[in-house]
Every structure is written in C-alpha cells, then in structure tokens.
C-alpha cells in the first residue's frame, strides 16, 4: 500500500501536476497580496494604521474580513480542480492504458491499490490545502486583522481542507463505473452545481424575493448541498474562523455586496457530520465497486 502511495506521488510530480499547480499558486497569491493591499487600507486614515483606537481596530477587522472571504473564494476553487483532476482518471484512466491489468494479477489485493491511490491524492491534496490556507492567512494579516484564535484556525483548517478528501473520494467512485474523460466531465459538472447552489442561496438571502419563492429556492438548493457539500463545507469553514456568535453583533461580517458570502444561511454542526458521513459513505461504495469491477 505504501508503494501505490509512493508512486502516486512520483506520477503527480512526472505529470508535473503539483509543479503547474505550484506556479498557477505562486501567480494567483502575488494577485491576492495586490487586492489585499489595497482592500486593507479601505476607512483607515493615513498614516494611523498602528493606532489603536477602537474604530481602526473594527475597520481593520472588517477588512481582513473581506480579504479572507475573497482569498478563500478563489482558493476553494483552486483546491477543488486540483482534487478533481488528479483523480479523476484514477481506474479508468489506468484501466484503459492496461497498467491495472499488469498490476493487479501479482499478489496485491484490490483494497490495498484502491487505499494506496486514495492516501496518495489525499496527502498531496492535504499538503498543498495547508499551504495555501496559511499563505492566505498570512497575507491577509499583513494587510488587515484577523481572528488570532488557534482553535478557530484549526477547526477552519480543517473545514477548508475537507474539500480534497470529498472530491478524491466521489472522483474515484465516478472512475470505477465512467471512463476517464467522462468522470472528468461529471466531476466538473456535479462540484460547478454544488457551487451554483450555494451562490443562488447566498445571493437570495439579499435580494429579498418573496416568501414562496424563497421557500422554492430553500428546497432546491437543499437538495444540491445534499448532492455535493463542498460550498457548504466553506460557509461553515468562514464562520467557525470568524466566530460569528461572538463578533457577529460588533463587527459588520456581511460580504454579500460582493456577491460571494453571506453569513445569513450557515450550515449547522449536523450538516458537517453530513459531510463525514457522505465521504465515508462514497469511498465505501467506490472500494466495493472496485473489488468486483471487470478488468
């Protein structure tokens, strides 16, 4: 199991997936550091931004708001299609290539293979998420306030990164009965409407539509969170790292101009247990497709 992990590994790096990625990350936080510069100096006065009056010290805060919000908005996709498109071809990709057959026929049982590619897309993706969640961390902080809490750190952390073992998880049971293009096609299609349904529910909560028609809205979108989880995962990841039930009447926390959060729908604690559970659920049912799948 320890070899299939290790040779994850070395595919993504001869692929020169994690070095694309590395580049296209290096670009997109020299872009981040731009917009946070100049949204941090948004109602600080010159030259006061040490002080520590009362009033800079919530502006600063409620920048550092809008920063992280934007950072972790265009980071979350950035996660996600790297989790997507590592494994999308996981099985079917290598099936067609005939390197399961060559592979498979030794004494190395399905579960191990199945286990050793899952922990190597999982521990790259875990990497790559904590790098990312930190760079964004820290130059918000540079630019802005932020929430200092080591706890709300972790437990947003850990929310954030919860995308990568989600995504690995249903690409790889998608590999088990799709080819390799058509997973990828699916991946795109189920993680871009999970992402539609999150911003049809924050957009409705500001435009104030009418009650049945919210209700309609409510269920719809219910109903894509149910089927992909991965936007709800990050309302919740914001929330917790903001911790909203303390700051929410001191500091004005609604990004909703922007039209891309609103703290007004954050998804409970049962819904993260959801999210556990639907992971487990998937790679489950992916590693008993896989232990009966026609080579």
Known sequence: MGII???????????????????????FLLAFWFVASSLGKHGIPEGRWGTGNSELLIAKFT????????GFFFGSFVLAFLAIFSSF?????EAEQGVLQALLPRPL??????????LGFITLGLGYALLLYVAIMLITKFHAAIPMDPTAWILSFLLFASAVPMLVTVSMLGSSWFSALGNGVFMTMLYGAGWLGGMIEKLSTSIGLEPEIMNSLKNMTGVISLLMPVDGMQRKMLSELF????????VSLQTAAFGINSFANVPSGTFVMYGAGYTLVAFLLGLWIFGRKDL
């Open 5 to 27: 992990m290790g040779m994850t590994w070395k595919e993504m790096l001869r692929k020169r997936v994690m070095v694309l990625t590395l580049l296209m990350t290096i670009i």
């Open 63 to 70: 920048n550092g708001t809008i920063i992280l919000t934007l």
């Open 89 to 93: 071809s996981a099985i079917a990709g």
């Open 109 to 118: 049982p399905r579960w191990k293979w199945y286990l050793g590619r899952w």
């Open 243 to 250: 911790n909203l039930k303390e700051l929410g009447g001191v």
